[in-house]
């Protein structure tokens, strides 16, 4: 398969810690501007595959390119996220002591030294994509709180603001509706759905209702491999995935 | 620019009110010493000056020790080393200073090196006849050992206890090196009996007075100079960094040159803080790289408030005003006595002096806001509705009002 129109290629990865074999023989391609679904029951790979693209763990082997050309088994996390990569924790985590809206500025584009950042004065273009940020994740009018003060789901789009502040190609989301109510998981469908207009997006999640809210193709692993990939219909008919699913 | 944040903000009464008591301290006390007579209830008599210069430079370096603990979490336990390699350049200078008045009147060489044979002057005591020398070699030196020593440990991404160690380790290092005759720093008796400094007596009290000012308007600048550091984007990418140190490195951020750089600045500070020292008490030798003065600095910064910028400096001064007091009336409790307080610290105040001020001032805030409304609600005859005045959310000791959470761990 050529690698040339793709964001995100992984080819014949394995990891292993201890002897235990948290990937295994992974392939995975995600298309320029597709979003994709990963389900898999615990333990299947799916952070420790987001820990791979991150660079944050280095693979023993297999192939890791992003955007087509670029090696990320060769960058460390802060190189791979100033590429575009932008990654949200499975527990939210956001700067609890700081504002909203100073979570958002540490998050936007722009340049990463220490010397800029001493100097630094906010420009009247910063405080405008802060503020579309706040719209989009609905925290305008808590934009002064300490983000501490937040519940777990508004932390849970703060960090997606902070993603977004970082305008990156690809986004990695790591179960972005966990601890959030029915309604408040609807929104967030609608919200990726939204951000996947111009960017890859890859998110797991292990609540099926939300996933066929997504309506993307999902991707099933198990034991550190791709199970099943397709519809969510087609996978979750796949006896196999539901085999893994209630247990043999 | 920064300056004009500081006048145009008014954003932190506190820290201006640190400011301008240091510089009136500064300009007063020298005066209360030299310009008023010795009978008058005014008068500040010289040993007051120089304990209090001394204290100052604790002060210095407690404030030193918070900017990469409470605002970067780096729980550093050698510190006391920057303080002392500062204080050793300065006690070089002032060792080149006294010339052919030694015991053994070599115009080159210090006393010691006679003593121990030493033919001619060591080359890293090239150059320490001459201030400016000596004043850049303070920054220098502690500087480019919390430099290196950062760069290892922080892209190795040493973190917590183990950093605790190493640094520990550091300065227990250093303080076996500095025994040693033969490294030219004169062994275990260190630097002393000094006679100028920029050729004014070392002992006079106009001399004390003026370093006691030196000591005030650094810690001056020190407070500004942190105060500016903390509430730029990168002071709050340093707090972001304690918190979820992941976090900033999935933004981009390279977590280790954020904590280098402050970790830097930070040695360069306790330098400073060791070169006022030195002159002040006429001596430094290798104890003040004992590890345990390095602990005590930690202590210092939590019965003050670590993580604010006066508490470190309150802290100093109490603990230090408490240690002479102490050490007068019941020397061999003192070491129960800080220890206690440690503990009592941690238990109870475990944001320091001015944690527990800013709890209470916002509990009385709250308190009167609320006696307020019922007054008004009283008034209007609805009393009985609003029975429950709107609180504070904390009541409870240990708790705070401006919640200040715990670094979190993240993936």
């Given at each position: 398969?050529?690698?040339?129109n793709?964001?995100?290629?992984?080819?014949?990865?394995?990891?292993?810690?201890?002897?235990?074999?948290?990937?295994?023989?992974?392939?995975?391609?995600?298309?320029?501007?597709?979003?994709?679904?990963?389900?898999?029951?615990?333990?299947?790979?799916?952070?420790?595959?987001m820990?791979?693209?991150?660079?944050?763990?280095r693979?023993?082997?297999?192939?890791?390119?992003?955007?087509?050309?670029?090696?990320?088994?060769?960058?460390?996390?802060?190189?791979?996220?100033?590429?575009?990569?932008?990654?949200?924790?499975?527990?939210?985590?956001?700067?609890?002591?700081?504002?909203?809206?100073?979570?958002?500025?540490?998050?936007?584009k722009?340049?990463?030294?220490?010397?800029?950042?001493?100097?630094?004065?906010?420009?009247?273009?910063?405080?405008?994509?802060?503020?579309?940020?706040?719209?989009?994740?609905?925290?305008?009018?808590?934009?002064?709180?300490?983000?501490?003060?937040l519940?777990?789901?508004?932390?849970?789009?703060?960090?997606?603001?902070?993603?977004?502040?970082?305008?990156?190609?690809?986004?990695?989301?790591?179960?972005?509706?966990?601890?959030?109510?029915?309604?408040?998981?609807?929104?967030?469908?609608?919200?990726?759905?939204?951000?996947?207009?111009?960017?890859?997006?890859?998110?797991?999640?292990?609540?099926?209702?939300?996933v066929?809210?997504?309506?993307v193709?999902?991707?099933?692993?198990?034991?550190?491999?791709?199970?099943?990939?397709?519809?969510?219909?087609?996978?979750?008919?796949?006896?196999?995935?539901?085999?893994?699913?209630?247990?043999? | 620019?920064?300056?004009?944040?500081?006048?145009?903000?008014?954003?932190?009464?506190?820290?201006?009110?640190?400011?301008?008591?240091?510089?009136?301290a500064?300009?007063?006390?020298?005066?209360?010493?030299?310009?008023?007579?010795?009978?008058?209830?005014?008068y500040?008599?010289?040993?007051?000056?120089?304990?209090?210069?001394?204290?100052?430079?604790?002060?210095?370096?407690?404030?030193?020790?918070?900017?990469?603990?409470?605002?970067?979490?780096?729980?550093?336990?050698?510190?006391?080393?920057?303080f002392?390699?500062?204080?050793?350049a300065?006690?070089?200078?002032?060792?080149?200073?006294?010339?052919?008045?030694?015991?053994?009147?070599?115009?080159?060489?210090?006393?010691?090196?006679?003593?121990?044979?030493?033919?001619?002057?060591?080359?890293?005591w090239y150059?320490?006849d001459h201030?400016?020398?000596?004043?850049?070699?303070?920054?220098?030196?502690?500087g480019?050992?919390?430099?290196?020593?950062?760069?290892?440990?922080?892209?190795?991404?040493?973190?917590?206890?183990?950093?605790?160690?190493?640094?520990?380790?550091?300065?227990?290092?250093?303080?076996?090196?500095?025994?040693?005759?033969?490294?030219?720093?004169?062994?275990?008796?260190?630097?002393?009996?000094?006679?100028?400094?920029?050729?004014?007596?070392?002992?006079?009290?106009?001399?004390?007075?003026?370093?006691?000012?030196?000591?005030?308007?650094?810690?001056?600048?020190?407070?500004?100079?942190?105060?500016?550091?903390?509430?730029?984007?990168?002071?709050?990418?340093?707090?972001?960094?304690?918190?979820?140190?992941?976090?900033?490195?999935?933004?981009?951020w390279?977590?280790?040159?954020?904590?280098?750089?402050?970790?830097?600045?930070?040695?360069?500070?306790?330098?400073?803080?060791?070169?006022?020292?030195?002159?002040?008490?006429?001596?430094?030798?290798?104890?003040?790289?004992e590890?345990?003065?390095?602990?005590?600095?930690?202590?210092?910064?939590?019965?003050?408030?670590?993580?604010?910028?006066v508490?470190?400096?309150?802290?100093?001064?109490?603990?230090?005003?408490?240690?002479?007091?102490?050490?007068?009336?019941?020397?061999?409790?003192?070491?129960?006595?800080?220890?206690?307080?440690?503990?009592?610290?941690?238990?109870?105040?475990?944001?320091?002096?001015?944690?527990?001020w800013?709890?209470?001032?916002?509990?009385?805030?709250?308190?009167?806001?609320?006696?307020?409304?019922?007054?008004?609600?009283?008034?209007?005859?609805?009393?009985?509705?609003?029975?429950?005045?709107?609180?504070?959310?904390?009541?409870?000791?240990?708790?705070?009002?401006?919640?200040?959470?715990?670094?979190?761990?993240?993936?």
């Open positions: 398969m050529s690698k040339s793709t964001i995100l290629y992984l080819d014949g990865v394995s990891v292993s810690f201890d002897g235990f074999r948290a990937i295994n023989n992974l392939s995975l391609v995600l298309d320029k501007g597709e979003m994709r679904a990963i389900i898999g029951p615990n333990g299947a790979g799916k952070t420790t595959m820990d791979i693209v991150t660079g944050k763990t693979p023993d082997e297999g192939e890791v390119f992003f955007d087509g050309q670029v090696d990320l088994t060769r960058h460390d996390e802060a190189e791979i996220a100033m590429m575009g990569i932008g990654r949200k924790f499975q527990k939210p985590t956001v700067f609890e002591s700081h504002t909203i809206e100073d979570n958002l500025m540490l998050a936007l722009g340049p990463r030294s220490i010397f800029p950042a001493l100097f630094h004065r906010r420009s009247a273009a910063e405080a405008r994509q802060i503020d579309d940020i706040l719209g989009i994740i609905r925290l305008g009018d808590k934009r002064h709180e300490q983000a501490a003060n519940s777990h789901g508004q932390k849970q789009w703060l960090e997606i603001g902070m993603l977004l502040a970082q305008d990156p190609k690809l986004l990695l989301v790591d179960e972005p509706v966990a601890g959030m109510t029915d309604a408040e998981t609807e929104e967030t469908a609608r919200l990726l759905k939204d951000i996947a207009r111009d960017h890859s997006v890859i998110v797991v999640e292990h609540d099926m209702h939300f066929r809210e997504l309506g193709k999902v991707t099933c692993l198990h034991e550190g491999s791709v199970l099943s990939e397709g519809t969510l219909d087609f996978v979750s008919a796949d006896e196999r995935v539901v085999e893994v699913y209630l247990g043999r | 620019m920064i300056t004009g944040r500081f006048f145009a903000a008014g954003a932190d009464r506190r820290i201006a009110i640190t400011i301008f008591i240091l510089l009136a500064a300009i007063i006390v020298p005066l209360l010493n030299l310009a008023v007579s010795p009978t008058s209830a005014f500040v008599p010289a040993y007051i000056v120089a304990l209090t210069g001394k204290y100052l430079c604790y002060a210095l370096l407690a404030l030193a020790l918070d900017l990469v603990w409470g605002y970067c979490g780096i729980l550093s336990l050698g510190h006391g080393a920057f002392a390699l500062g204080g050793y300065m006690g070089m200078y002032l060792m080149r200073q006294i010339g052919s008045r030694g015991v053994y009147g070599n115009p080159i060489l210090p006393d010691f090196m006679v003593f121990l044979n030493y033919k001619e002057l060591p080359w890293f150059g320490f201030f400016w020398f000596a004043a850049i070699t303070v920054l220098a030196v502690p480019l050992l919390a430099f290196i020593f950062g760069w290892f440990a922080f892209r190795s991404r040493v973190t917590g206890v183990y950093l605790s160690i190493i640094t520990q380790a550091m300065t227990y290092a250093l303080l076996l090196a500095f025994f040693r005759n033969d490294m030219g720093f004169g062994g275990n008796n260190g630097l002393t009996d000094f006679k100028d400094i920029l050729g004014f007596n070392v002992q006079a009290d106009a001399t004390r007075s003026a370093l006691f000012a030196a000591s005030a308007v650094m810690l001056a600048l020190a407070v500004f100079v942190t105060w500016a550091i903390v509430g730029s984007k990168y002071g709050k990418l340093l707090m972001a960094v304690r918190d979820a140190e992941s976090r900033t490195r999935f933004l981009g390279r977590a280790e040159n954020v904590k280098l750089f402050a970790f830097t600045v930070s040695a360069v500070m306790a330098g400073i803080a060791g070169a006022l020292y030195v002159p002040q008490v006429g001596i430094i030798n290798p104890g003040e790289f590890p345990s003065n390095s602990i005590e600095v930690v202590i210092w910064a939590a019965v003050g408030g670590r993580g604010t910028i508490g470190p400096i309150i802290g100093a001064l109490l603990v230090n005003a408490g240690k002479s007091w102490f050490t007068g009336v019941l020397p061999e409790l003192w070491l129960f006595a800080l220890g206690g307080l440690f503990v009592a610290v941690t238990l109870l105040l475990p944001k320091g002096i001015i944690g527990m800013d709890s209470w001032r916002g509990n009385a805030r709250a308190l009167r806001a609320a006696s307020v409304v019922e007054e008004a609600a009283a008034k209007v005859g609805v009393a009985s509705a609003t029975s429950k005045p709107a609180r504070s959310p904390a009541r409870n000791p240990g708790e705070w009002s401006w919640s200040d959470p715990e670094p979190q761990a993240a993936e």
